[in-house]
C-alpha cells in the first residue's frame, strides 16, 4: 500500500475530521500528568492545521471535548477549559497568517462564560480567511446535535411553519450545527480505538474511515500523509454500483 500523498492524484480531501485520542495515554507513558498530553497536543493541532492547509485541505475538523468529557476529574476539565483560551489567544497570529478561518461546533450553554466569548470573538477576527476552516468540536456530542435539530423541527411544526412531510434529508441537514460545512471525506482516529464516540454521526454517513495506532500527541506529517495517501485508493461507492478500475 502507498505511504506517501500523492497530490497528482487530485484526491485530497477537501474536509478531514478527526478524532484527537490517545493525549491520556502518551502522558502517562511518560510518566508525566495527562493534562501535559493535552498540551502536547494542542502543539499538533497547530502543526497539523498547517500541514493541511499546505495539502489544499478546505476544512478540518477537530474533536476537542465532547459532551461526555465532562464526567472526567475536576482538575482536568478545567485545564481543558483553561488550555482552549491559552491556545485562542497564542494562534491568532498564526491564524491570520495561514489563512485560517476558526468555528466551533458543540453547545454553548455547559461552558464557562469566557470560553464562548473568546472563541466567539476569535471567529469574528478570523472571519474572512478563507484558506482553510478549523472546525473545533467542543462541548460537542452529536446526540445533542440531532436532539437540537428536532427541537427545531418541533417549534417550525408548532408554529405551522412546516408539516411532517417537509421534513427530509435538507431540511434536517440545514439545522445541524455547520450546515454551511461539506461533510467529511475522511475521518481519522488515532490511538487505535475502533469507534465513532458520538462524533458527526450524520455527516460521516459515508466518510472514509482510517484508524491509526498513533497517539495524537506523536501525529507527524507523515501520518497525515499516510491517512490521505490510504483515501487516495479508496474507491467511494455512495450505495451505487462502481466499476473499481474506471474509478480512480
Ligand atoms: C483525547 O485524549 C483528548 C480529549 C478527549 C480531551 P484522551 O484524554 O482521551 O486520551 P486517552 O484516551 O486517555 O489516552
Ligand atoms: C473522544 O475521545 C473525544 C475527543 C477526542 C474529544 P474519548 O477519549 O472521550 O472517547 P472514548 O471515551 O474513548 O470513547
Ligand atoms: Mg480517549
Request: charged content about 25%; hydrophobic content about 40%.
Amino acid at each position: 500500500m502507498e505511504s506517501t500523498v500523492n497530490p497528482a492524484m487530485n484526491r485530497i480531501p477537501d474536509h478531514i475530521a478527526i478524532i484527537m485520542d490517545g493525549n491520556g495515554r502518551w502522558a502517562t507513558r511518560q510518566g508525566m500528568p495527562r493534562l501535559s498530553g493535552h498540551f502536547q497536543g494542542y502543539k499538533t493541532l497547530h502543526n497539523t492545521v498547517i500541514w493541511a492547509a499546505n495539502l489544499g485541505v478546505k476544512v478540518l475538523t477537530a474533536y476537542a471535548f465532547s459532551s461526555e468529557n465532562w464526567t472526567r476529574p475536576e482538575d482536568e476539565v478545567e485545564g481543558l477549559m483553561e488550555l482552549v483560551l491559552v491556545a485562542l489567544r497564542a494562534e491568532i497570529e498564526m491564524m491570520m497568517e495561514e489563512g485560517v478561518r476558526i468555528v466551533r461546533s458543540g453547545r454553548s450553554e455547559g461552558l464557562p462564560d469566557e470560553v464562548v466569548r473568546e472563541f466567539d470573538h476569535t471567529t469574528q477576527q478570523t472571519q474572512s480567511n478563507s484558506r482553510i476552516t478549523l472546525n473545533i468540536c467542543l462541548n460537542y456530542g452529536w446526540r445533542n446535535e440531532i436532539i437540537d435539530a428536532a427541537r427545531r423541527v418541533a417549534e417550525m411544526a408548532a408554529n405551522q411553519r412546516i408539516q411532517p412531510a417537509d421534513v427530509d434529508e435538507k431540511l434536517l441537514s440545514s439545522l445541524m450545527y455547520r450546515p454551511e460545512l461539506p461533510d467529511p471525506d475522511l475521518l481519522i482516529r488515532t490511538a487505535g480505538e475502533l469507534r465513532v464516540s458520538n462524533f458527526l454521526l450524520w455527516e460521516i454517513a459515508y466518510s472514509e474511515i482510517y484508524v491509526t495506532q498513533t497517539l495524537w500527541p506523536d501525529f507527524s506529517e507523515e501520518d497525515l500523509g499516510k491517512a490521505i495517501a490510504s483515501y487516495q485508493l479508496r474507491t467511494r461507492k455512495f450505495g451505487a454500483v462502481v466499476d473499481e478500475q474506471q474509478a480512480d
